[in-house]
């Protein structure tokens, strides 16, 4: 039998079909929306990646605050930047809902495209119903007894489905109440750090530990990684959400990486320098103790509150994120039509949004270790693929039109720059519990599952599908690939 490039027939039918995906390319909706502005797409990158120091209180006890302040140092130049940048090249090169899934898509084809895209998903949603739990360890001691109880899954619940209508009226929306969330969620540190001046002791910033108490390491870099990661989400809204985005995305990238590193290291520094340590104390919501006891008896409301605002403004952005790469994964013809199922007024894909709410409710009774560990274990895994699927795209097809280019040339360098991502996500794909390592197993079983029984459904047409797009390396020898070349 011959092959394609063989038949004449076979390539003159491949032909005619890419001229028609490229008319009609179905990375890319059709659907024109209001673009963000830059300072909400700061606020929304901001949330994304983190959304103020609240939550990284165990840093300080697992390490001790020499190694917390050492790693809110180096992790952001070592993880976050090189993150940044490839997220800025690929989003600009392969533009689409479908963010990364698009890029893996491209490089590996879409089997591996769906499984990082199901890896991501289901990182973000796991992630969310963390930010409702994160929200209680703030709440009175008095309301903690509802965590074992009906009442406490009622209120997650309850809690959930209401921070979710604001997604669905659109991106701006979402946009401009995070500039509102986030300066009001980091009020609260601003006064702790001013308060702290006079107490602050820079002999403490210097202390390693305690004697006779070991350090979690993994409990410190699973917290670390959780508080300074996700800069690859803003690219599943880049179509939808940023204007011209090889200018807006690096300048983007750049200032929300200055915000989210002083937002972290100065109120480490004031509270570490100026509290007496214990680090028993450190644990996921004691910085309300550390504001009642730096500026006053009543300020811990406060800080309560800013917690409160601040999981606001993560659910709300990473709940964004879920919903239009849901969207672009439809688009590629990896789910059915009916997850781009878009609201007639507003124009957002509400199934995206519902689909992604109710997950997150569903593992909301998960311990929030255990969730902070099945999130960074997904993610590392998509993420392992992601900076494969960057060095393969720009070896193999270095002619490619990037808009944004990493200043990276020579594949030694390229390597170096991901060295420590990679490391680091082994590192963490390596260190999780054996009831992570039970859930990933189990839940990527089932997405493989899923996989196969959604291309037999296709092939059968039980279920309506887009046009699935190929690999960019199987249009190498039918004029595509030159097509998009400078």
């Keep these: 039998m011959e092959t394609p490039q063989q038949c004449p027939s076979s390539k003159k039918l491949l032909a005619d079909e890419e001229k028609e995906c490229l008319k009609e390319p179905p990375s890319i909706s059709k659907i024109t929306t209001k673009k ?74 879409p089997f591996w ?18 930010y409702p739990l994160l929200c209680l360890n703030y709440i009175d001691p008095e309301l903690l007894a509802l965590s074992s109880s009906l009442p406490h899954y009622f209120v997650i619940s309850v809690s959930t489905l209401f921070l979710s209508v604001l997604n669905f009226t659109g991106l701006p929306i979402v946009g401009y109440a995070s500039i509102s969330l986030g300066i009001l969620s980091y009020l609260p540190f601003i006064v702790i750090s001013l308060f702290a001046i006079p107490q602050i002791d820079p002999r403490k910033w210097a202390l390693l530990g305690q004697k006779g108490r070991k350090k979690d390491w ?59 340590l214990d680090l028993d104390d450190w644990v996921t919501g004691y910085y309300t103790e550390v504001g009642e006891k730096i500026v006053g008896k009543y300020f811990k409301r406060w800080v309560r509150l800013g917690a409160f605002l601040s999981g606001i403004g993560v659910f709300q952005s990473q709940l964004s994120s879920c919903s239009y790469q849901l969207l672009g994964m439809t688009e590629l013809g990896l789910l059915p039509t009916i997850f781009g199922t878009r609201s007639k007024r507003f124009n957002t894909p509400w199934v995206g949004i519902l689909i992604s709410t109710v997950i997150s409710i569903l593992v909301s009774y998960m311990k929030f270790r255990h969730v902070t560990s099945v999130v960074n274990v997904f993610n590392s895994l998509g993420m392992l693929f992601e900076f494969t699927a960057f ?32 490391g680091f996500l082994l590192y963490v794909v390596c260190a999780g519990h054996p009831i992570v390592y039970l859930v990933v197993a189990l839940l990527t079983l089932l997405g493989v599952l899923w996989y196969f029984c959604m291309r037999m459904f296709q092939a059968k ?10 690999k960019l390396a199987d249009y190498e020898n039918l004029g595509y690939y030159d097509q998009i070349v400078k």
Excluded at 268 to 275: D, E, I, K, R, V
Excluded at 392 to 404: A, E, G
Aim: glycine content about 8%.
């Design 218 to 276: 993994p409990l410190f870099f699973n917290t670390l990684f959780w508080n300074l990661n996700c800069w690859d989400n803003v690219s599943t809204l880049v179509v939808e959400g940023v204007t011209t985005p090889s200018k807006t995305l690096p300048k983007a990238y750049l200032s929300t990486g200055l915000i989210t590193f002083f937002a972290h290291l100065i109120p480490l520094l004031a509270s570490t320098g100026a509290m007496k």
């Design 36 to 109: 963000l502005a830059f300072i909400p797409l700061l606020f929304l990158i901001y949330f994304q990646v983190s959304g103020g120091p609240y939550g990284t209180e165990a840093i300080v006890g697992a390490g001790g605050p020499f190694y917390a302040i050492l790693g809110f140092v180096i992790f952001p130049i070592l993880w976050s930047v090189p993150e940044a940048l490839i997220t800025a090249e690929l989003s600009t090169a392969f533009p689409g809902n479908g963010g990364f899934v698009i890029w893996t898509h491209q490089a590996f084809g």
């Design 461 to 470: 047409m039980w279920i309506d599908f887009n046009h699935v797009m190929k």
């Design 391 to 422: 060095i393969y795209l720009r070896m193999k097809f270095p002619d490619v039109d990037r808009p944004f280019k990493v200043p990276v040339t020579k594949l030694r360098s390229l390597i170096a720059m991901c060295f420590f991502p990679f």
């Design 113 to 130: 495209g769906f499984l990082i895209g199901y890896w991501k998903f289901l990182s973000a949603v796991i992630n969310l119903s963390s």
